[in-house]
């Protein structure tokens, strides 16, 4: 199974982004979902995280801004990310937890000019 991040960008600061990661093939067992970014010279945080259970949470630097849902149909979790500002410039990481196993997408290169 692999994952495939897309929909970064360049984005003038107060615009929007959707961020989509789809998977190769259906995944059983999830346990989670999450996007992750990194920012130059900065560790890599959580952004927001989706469980099986329905129960989300974002980081506190996006919380009513971003959202984190997903199309079981498509077996794709996006991040909409709304009111974006220079400081969610990063590179943006998608995962999935399951059977145990953690699956880890490409980046997508999100920018914010400000």
């Known amino acids: 199974v692999q994952l495939q991040a897309s929909g970064g960008g360049l984005v003038q600061a107060g615009g929007s982004l959707r961020l989509a990661c789809a998977a190769s093939e259906n995944i059983p067992l999830v346990d989670h979902m999450a996007w992750y970014r990194q920012a130059p010279g900065k560790q890599r945080e959580l952004v927001a995280m989706?469980?099986?259970?329905?129960?989300?949470n974002y980081a506190d630097s996006v919380k009513g801004r971003f959202t984190i849902f997903r199309d079981n149909a498509k077996d794709t979790v996006y991040l909409q990310m709304n009111r974006l500002t220079p400081e969610d410039t990063a590179i943006y990481y998608c995962?999935?937890?399951?059977?145990?196993?953690?699956?880890w997408g490409q980046g997508t290169q999100v920018t914010v000019s400000s």
């Open positions: 989706l469980a099986s259970s329905g129960y989300r």
């Open positions: 995962k999935v937890a399951y059977s145990r196993k953690v699956l």
